[in-house]
């Protein structure tokens, strides 16, 4: 069976410090890779999404970045976080398969 | 520009009853809608969808009803349990997008659901 892993699960920072979110998925092969980020009292927004290795689209403009340097990993990252980057983080796969989305237990950020 | 909205922030429902959750689209090309639950810290699972080749899909005690023509569609949940007290999303996309290479899912807002005893 598939998971997904995310870590940390929660994390504070300053203001101006670096972030890097790491996200993993077991049990498939060539997922489609999505970041998500929930802001307080917000939906789900779609930040970053990804078909395969070394491939990244942008969703939004912003003060983040995404890799995915292996099939199953993807990794979100900032070098300066703001106040405004807090927020609840979900990563999720979709296999080719499958129709939906499988999303993690996501990483609560809070800048400050 | 909200393309999926849920007007709805919040609903109570007494336990046993039906609970209706609603969700608008104004994109024309969304042809695929899912269902999304959501507690607290956790990712959100996914419950139900529905294709624009239907008008209605059950599972269960889930129930997702779409009307193309009003662009809504709805989750009934019947009975309700308080283990269903959870944020419900709305999603939509274009399926040949979906079973495509992007495969993008636009979420609604959500509604909080609180079912009572």
């Known amino acids: 069976s598939q998971t997904i892993h995310q870590w940390p699960a929660t994390l504070v920072q300053p203001v101006g410090s670096p972030l890097s979110l790491e996200c993993t998925v077991e049990?498939?092969?060539?997922?489609?890779l999505y970041w998500y980020r929930q802001a307080a009292g917000r939906g789900l927004q779609l930040l970053f999404y990804?078909?395969?290795?070394?491939?990244i689209s942008s969703e939004v403009p912003q003060n983040l970045s995404a890799s995915r340097p292996q099939d199953r990993q993807f990794i979100l990252s900032s070098k300066k976080l703001l106040l405004s980057d807090s927020g609840f983080y979900l990563c999720?796969?979709?296999?080719?398969?499958?129709?939906?989305?499988?999303f993690g237990p996501g990483t609560r950020l809070t800048v400050l | 520009d909200q393309q999926v909205k849920q007007n709805s922030p919040s609903l109570s429902v007494q336990e046993g009853r039906i609970s209706i959750l609603n969700c608008d689209y104004t994109?024309?090309?969304?042809?695929?809608f899912l269902w999304y639950k959501k507690y607290p810290a956790e990712g959100p699972t996914f419950l139900i969808s529905?294709?624009?080749?239907?008008d209605k899909n059950e599972d269960g005690r889930f129930t997702v009803f779409l009307n193309k023509s009003a662009k809504h569609l709805s989750l009934h949940i019947v009975p309700s349990q308080p283990g269903d007290s959870a944020v419900y999303f709305c999603?939509?996309?274009?399926?040949?997008?979906?079973?495509?290479?992007?495969?993008?899912?636009?979420f609604g807002t959500g509604t909080r659901l609180q079912v009572t005893l």
């Open positions: 999720a796969w979709r296999g080719v398969s499958s129709n939906e989305q499988f």
């Open positions: 049990g498939t092969s060539n997922p489609n």
């Open positions: 990804s078909v395969g290795i070394g491939q």
């Open positions: 994109n024309s090309m969304f042809d695929y």
């Open positions: 529905i294709s624009s080749i239907k």
């Open positions: 999603a939509a996309s274009n399926l040949l997008d979906f079973t495509g290479t992007a495969s993008k899912l636009t």
